[in-house]
């Protein structure tokens, strides 16, 4: 199976194929491709009656006294001229119109397909390796669609068109030319499989170089942090050159195909004009004749020499389109159902774990949670605790459905979740996370996220209730500041409020809280647990939290280890049992221990 896998992607190396998937996107375009066609047709014909002209002024118009006859011919000359530039005037401007309409289409695709990708596909892709393809291999395309297309198909008429008159100028010389061919292009075609090869291995090595720099990039502030900033720039120094390497010898291989293509063609040429020139000297051929079926001849080889360049920049276009068709072959994990089942349209808000069993897939031998089974009735809050790699936020990623458990069910209003659709399961879901996400936009657009559409007074108000107004207001531009680039601009404790008025505004039936608290100050944590006391009311409320005040005020605690519940009940009942809640109480808190002792009574 493996071989076969292995020959297949090796054949699919080997050829054009890839480009084959922009086919639909040119379909879209009919008055595009046509009047690219028709341009490219008149460009080639007008080019073609050149020779014919000048076989008739040479046979006729020097030997004539008559000067009005070569003026005509001068005449129709610069007319010709002047249609030929019209057609390529207007083959440049439906042929790159077309090309940049494709590629924003493909670039537009490809983008709202990774944004449907599931969770588990970004556990192993780069998102700098990502960005490459959407943009680097997008603007190869871009140009093979564009000008090198455009190129590669007027040669090509260009080619065949001259090949074709010069069988009616002379059919014995055409007859050398064309025998001489398969000379010349089985060659080009060996050729243009290794420079395929070598521009996949330069596209990729450039995209890894970009993948580092734009993670390295994202993190600046921890580089500087640990003065490593020698060792970045040396890796990604390396990477460079390394994709530099691969460049050069995808460049040496189009040197040497083009090399090869233009020797051949025109060493042919001098050929077939030996050969007609001894035809002339013999009164077998007219030197008008012969200079017809020269400048075919010329006409023919240079397209074909042109083709050969041009089969070098699509082989490395077949390379980035191939690039782009694996992201766009893959499938998510987790998608709706061919008829998925409607969540009830009054939402409870119950939750339920059923014996559920899930690994990660980057760990498929170790179990992130292992026959997790609990309820959360409608309107509860309820606690989840315990060390670190318990399980405790496998919890929230299998609620939003950005896993499938391997056994077992997780339902939402009674719903399993692997049959309803995961967008209506995540819309009934609002979330505060630890490591809260802010946009490199306003703040007013930041929480605004939480529900588009949102008006003005509503994201306000959102803000005002997560205790986010006060430090907003006193940015520059107040909610129309701009952040920065994760929110580099805000602290901890002020991202964090921006999380918590986006899911204010989101005013959903279900909350998850993961450490919603844990950046902010002691005063500021006292503000914004009012706000979500507040916010919790009348709602399902799941927190991941460490901190006595949100574990106080749940209605349960699940203790977790291991993966699977370990011990359930209230703060006080938990503290009495001296288990795992205990331990983890007395670590936090130090000297509390008493404190809990006396909650617990």
């Known amino acids: 199976m493996a071989n076969t896998t292995t020959a297949a992607n090796e054949e699919r190396r080997r050829s054009l194929r890839p480009l084959n998937r922009l086919s639909p996107y040119l379909y879209r375009y009919p008055r595009l491709v046509v009047g690219a066609i028709i341009s490219l047709v008149a460009a080639a014909v007008t080019t073609l009656t050149l020779p014919l002209a000048v076989r008739r002024m040479i046979d006729h118009g020097f030997s004539s006294v008559d000067s009005t006859f070569i003026a005509q011919y001068f005449a129709m000359l610069v007319a010709i001229a002047a249609l030929l ?53 997008t603007t190869q395309i871009k140009a093979a669609v564009g000008a090198t297309a455009s190129v590669a198909l007027r040669n090509l008429i260009l080619f065949l068109g001259a090949l074709a008159m010069m069988v009616v100028t002379s059919p014995k010389l055409s007859g050398l030319v064309i025998a001489a061919i398969p000379l ?30 734009s993670e390295q990039i994202g993190a600046i502030r921890t580089l500087q942090a640990f003065t490593n900033e020698r060792l970045v720039t040396g890796k990604f120094a390396a990477a460079v050159e390394t994709a530099f390497s691969a460049a050069r010898a995808s460049v040496l291989a189009r040197s040497v195909l083009t090399f090869f293509a233009i020797f051949t063609i025109f060493a042919s040429v001098v050929a077939v004009l030996w050969f007609g020139s001894r035809d002339v000297l013999d009164g077998t051929l007219s030197p008008g004749t012969l200079g017809q079926f020269l400048l075919y001849s010329v006409f023919a080889a240079g397209a074909l020499g042109s083709l050969s360049e041009v089969w070098g920049e699509l082989s490395s276009a077949a390379g980035a389109a191939e690039r ?21 349209a009054k939402s409870t808000g119950a939750i339920e774990f059923r014996d559920v069993t899930f690994s990660y897939p980057v760990r498929p031998d170790r179990a992130a949670v292992h026959g997790l089974s609990f309820v959360v009735k409608p309107g509860e809050t309820v606690a989840i605790v315990g060390p670190s790699g318990a399980g405790k936020s496998t919890v929230f990623s299998l609620l939003l459905r950005f896993y499938d458990p391997e056994n077992g069910s997780v339902l939402i209003d009674g719903v399993d979740l692997q049959k309803a659709d ?44 997560a205790l986010a ?71 399902t409320t799941i927190v991941i939290a460490h901190r006595l005040a949100t574990v106080l005020k749940a209605d349960r605690i699940l203790v977790m280890d291991g993966g699977a519940i370990v011990e359930e009940g209230t703060h006080q009942s938990l503290v009495a049992k001296g288990g795992i809640y205990a331990r983890l109480a007395r670590l936090q808190f130090h000297a509390g221990a008493g404190a809990f002792q006396g909650a617990a009574e």
């Open 324 to 344: 782009i068709t694996e992201i766009l072959a893959e499938k998510p994990t987790v998608a709706a159902p061919a008829s998925p089942v409607a969540l009830p």
């Open 422 to 465: 995961p967008q209506a399961v995540r819309e009934r879901i609002a979330i505060v996370p630890q490591d809260v996400t802010v946009f490199a936009s306003t703040a007013a657009e930041n929480i605004g996220f939480g529900r588009p559409g949102a008006s003005r007074p509503e994201i306000e108000a959102a803000a005002k209730a």
């Open 184 to 213: 010349i292009v089985l060659p080009l075609v060996a050729f243009g499989r290794s420079v395929r090869r070598k521009s996949r291995t330069a596209q990729d090595t450039l995209a890894d170089a970009t993948a580092f720099a």
């Open 85 to 137: 530039a019209l057609a390529s005037a207007c083959r440049y401007f439906f042929v790159i119109t077309l090309g940049e309409r494709v590629v924003s289409d493909i670039r537009r695709d490809v983008f709202t397909h990774v944004t449907s990708l599931s969770p588990a596909f970004f556990d192993t892709a780069m998102s700098g390796e990502i960005v490459s393809r959407l943009t680097a291999d």
């Open 469 to 539: 107004d006060g430090f907003i207001e006193k940015l520059q531009d107040g909610y129309e500041t701009q952040v920065g680039e994760r929110g580099v601009t805000l602290s901890g404790g002020q991202r964090q409020r921006i999380a918590i008025a986006r899911a204010i505004l989101r005013d959903a039936p279900i909350l998850l809280l993961d450490e919603a608290t844990s950046a902010l100050d002691a005063e500021s944590e006292k503000q914004v647990q009012t706000a979500l006391e507040h916010l919790m009311q009348g709602r």
